[in-house]
């Protein structure tokens, strides 16, 4: 009898070893083949929007909310399902400037300040923009400062070159972006003139035209140098971000393959180095705006992944309180009352500014994309996720990011670990327990 107890349990045991063995081994083939059905749908039609606000960390998020919806309701950024935190250091520094931090999202490698799509060795690394031009993707940059500024000079050009506007400029034209959207025309010659018009490129100056031009190829530069700010901008001869979003996503999305935009609101971070709140808020609700036009096109493409971050924090902000908690009163009519309600709230807030300069401050990430609902939310990247997360998506291959909190948190994960492990000693122990009743 007690022989027999024991060898029914061992094979009792030996079963269920050899069912979970054969189950999971058929999961893992599933999963495997419906990853490849997943890379090859992928790699030929998603599309990626990065938008970033420059400067931008989370309390110049607060910011432009508490101006526009008080404590009523979020920015349309704070929307976004997934979130987390983002640490800008770049090779050298613990605080980045724009052209490091640009060439860390746009090709994941960390670099020295000035350094825009190179690595800290000065070798040429492969960016965002060309990978997608690779993949048949159509492509397009949409900023408010000149296209040759750091942050989309980081997307597009490759050298130690952050302030030769020239050189950079020579490289843009060769670029073949489909879409080209900010200031600069300044440094538009007529000899690159010629070189983009030999390209098939539309070039234009003006709102009205850029409204109406339906065109593969569009360069539009609204200004010698970067576009007028917020506050001084003529709304009908300058276009906003978001009807330069707007305008680039309808002529990007014509593409079956699909495309890459990288919008930014670049004047984030030159309010915060004059530390002028008005200046900072005004820029930061004009970037949610354009972010807002971005989150709408997704709804309805499945395919696009929507992500918002910013590339470092500048002025060292704090909000030290407001009374501001109602939105902005909704039925203002023209634009001049409601900029001028805009200019008032934000004089209304109390804040310190601790700098004029970039700080290391961790800057926000918000993601709307089906591939981050398993995703732990909250935990900290490095900006080089940012180039991982899209390479993966435009590869098709499952979202890989590390956690790189502090050990607090990560404590909190093995003891998650721990409790998923109990159940395999529940089995050894219930054998233990039914041997010592004979
Ligand atoms: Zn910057």
């Not at 799509?117 to 990978?131: A, L, T, Y």
Request: glycine share 6%; proline share 3%; with cysteine.
């Amino acid at each position: 009898m007690f022989q027999r107890k024991e060898e029914i349990l061992g094979s009792v045991l030996a079963l269920i070893i050899v069912v979970t063995l054969l189950s999971s081994s058929l999961v893992s083939a599933n999963l495997a083949s419906e990853e490849a059905g997943v890379i090859k749908q992928a790699v030929s039609n998603t599309s990626v929007i990065l938008m970033i606000g420059d400067g931008m960390s989370f309390e110049q998020v607060k910011l432009a909310k508490l101006v526009e919806y008080g404590l009523s309701d979020n920015l349309t950024m704070e929307k976004l399902p997934y979130y987390a935190s983002v640490r800008t250091a770049d090779y050298e520094n613990k605080t980045t400037d724009s052209s490091a931090s640009a060439t860390a999202m746009a090709t994941g490698f960390k670099t020295r300040d000035g350094y825009l799509g190179i690595d800290r060795k000065k070798v040429e690394v492969i960016n965002i923009v060309e990978i997608a031009q690779q993949l048949g993707k159509s492509t397009g940059i949409a900023v408010t400062s000149p296209i040759y500024k750091s942050t989309p000079a980081g997307f597009l050009v490759h050298g130690d070159i952050e302030y030769d506007y020239d050189g950079i400029m020579d490289q843009i034209v060769e670029t073949n972006v489909d879409v080209l959207f900010g200031g600069g025309s300044d440094y538009l010659t007529t000899e690159r003139i010629d070189i983009l018009l030999s390209y098939g490129y539309n070039i234009t100056y003006t709102r009205d035209e850029f409204l109406t031009l339906n065109s593969e190829k569009l360069v539009g530069l609204f200004d010698g140098g970067q576009l007028p700010q917020e506050k001084l901008r003529n709304t009908s001869l300058v276009p906003s971000l978001a009807e330069m979003t707007t305008k680039a996503l309808d002529l990007l999305s014509d593409d079956e393959d699909g495309f890459f935009l990288m919008v930014e609101g670049s004047q984030i971070d030159w309010g915060c180095h004059e530390n002028d709140i008005v200046y900072a808020a005004l820029e930061g609700i004009a970037f949610d705006y354009a972010v807002k036009v971005a989150y709408e096109y997704v709804q309805t493409h499945e395919n696009t992944i929507l992500i918002v971050t910013g590339d470092h924090e500048t002025g060292d902000l704090k909000i030290v309180s407001s009374d501001l908690d109602d939105t902005l009163p909704m039925d203002l009519v023209t634009e001049e009352e409601i900029k001028n309600q805009r200019i008032a709230r934000a004089n209304d807030i109390e804040v310190t500014w601790g700098s004029e300069r970039h700080t290391s401050k961790h800057v926000p990430l918000f993601i709307h994309g089906e591939a981050f609902n398993d995703i732990e939310k909250g935990i900290l990247i490095q900006n080089t996720d940012i180039f991982n997360i899209m390479n993966q998506t435009f590869y098709g291959l499952p979202i890989s990011i590390t956690d790189i909190s502090p050990p607090s948190t990560s404590e909190t994960s093995s003891f998650k670990v721990l409790t998923m492990l109990i159940p395999l000693f529940i089995v050894p122990v219930f054998l233990v327990l039914k041997k010592r009743k004979y």
